[in-house]
């Protein structure tokens, strides 16, 4: 596994990897609809604030964004 800084990804990947963490299935937000945008937005602010990182496993090219 490699921790990849949400810094270095340019932001059409930095979108990309957010978005398939957002329209996962089973990824829940509580009892209100929120929008895509708003989730996006929750997301990065998670990356920034160091609450979540993004873990690359390249034994099978996965990405995934972890909550700390």
Known sequence: ???IPY???SKGALLGVIDTFV???GTDYGHRDI?????RDRVL?????GHAIINYFPENE???IVSL
């Not at 929008?35 to 989730?39: G, N, Q, T």
């Not at 602010?45 to 604030?49: F, I, N, P, R, T």
């Open 35 to 39: 929008d895509l945008d708003e989730k």
């Open 62 to 64: 996965h990405i995934e």
């Open 7 to 9: 810094q270095s990804l």
């Open 1 to 3: 596994m490699i921790e």
């Open 23 to 25: 329209l996962r299935e």
């Open 45 to 49: 602010k998670m990356l920034q604030a």
